[in-house]
């Protein structure tokens, strides 16, 4: 087996693993499976999350060792984006969490720091479709959720969104300007 083939059939194998311990407390906090398809995906070399996935190594050993006890992920090491927004775009997540669980705050910092990231957010967070990513607005920030009628892309919504609160109306996310679908997020949202 090859490199590649091997990075994948490994992540494959993490994902099972990890799916399977989220799916049998998923009941709980549905936060299980997101951060289990998250932290998969990263295991693939997917997304632009540090090896902490934005939370600093203590907070990310505590959530694996809470949510995944024995099931050791074997992370991409990468240095953390940073961008000023950050303590911003943490605010406006958490100041529309759901308030039903604590692992709502680990969801708001891994996501601000993706909003880093140079692709679409659900590809920066290294997850395997969109609407996995809108599944993860619904359950921790559902007023956020529900204020995207138009469904725009969840970094430009972000975005529009905390600039708007700053009073700025004309606000695209700081790697809008280098993504291939520029056109698609920018022409109108139906």
């Not at 998969?40 to 999350?49: D, R």
């Not at 694996?64 to 997540?93: M, N, V």
Request: net charge negative; hydrophobic share 40%; proline share 5%.
């Amino acid at each position: 087996m090859n490199g590649p083939d091997r990075l994948f059939y490994r992540s494959w194998l993490l994902a099972e693993l990890l799916l399977r311990h989220a799916a049998e407390a998923a009941a709980a906090d549905p936060n299980r499976m997101l951060l289990a398809s998250l932290i998969a995906g990263q295991a693939a070399g997917k997304g632009c999350l540090p090896a902490h996935f934005g939370l600093g190594t203590a907070r990310a050993a505590q959530m694996l060792a809470e949510y995944f006890p024995g099931d050791a992920p074997c992370a991409t090491e990468r240095d953390a984006l940073e961008i000023p927004e950050f303590e911003d775009l943490q605010k406006l997540l958490l100041d529309h969490r759901a308030g039903e669980r604590e692992s709502e705050r680990w969801i708001a910092d891994i996501v601000a720091t993706a909003c880093a990231g140079s692709d679409h957010l659900w590809q920066d967070l290294g997850l395997g479709s969109r609407d996995e990513l809108t599944c993860l607005m619904w359950v921790n920030f559902p007023k956020l959720a529900r204020d995207n009628v138009d469904d725009m892309k969840w970094k430009k919504f972000l975005y529009r969104r905390f600039c708007s609160l700053e009073g700025i109306y004309v606000c695209p996310a700081p790697s809008c300007g280098e993504c291939v679908d520029y056109a698609k997020c920018f022409g109108p949202e139906n």
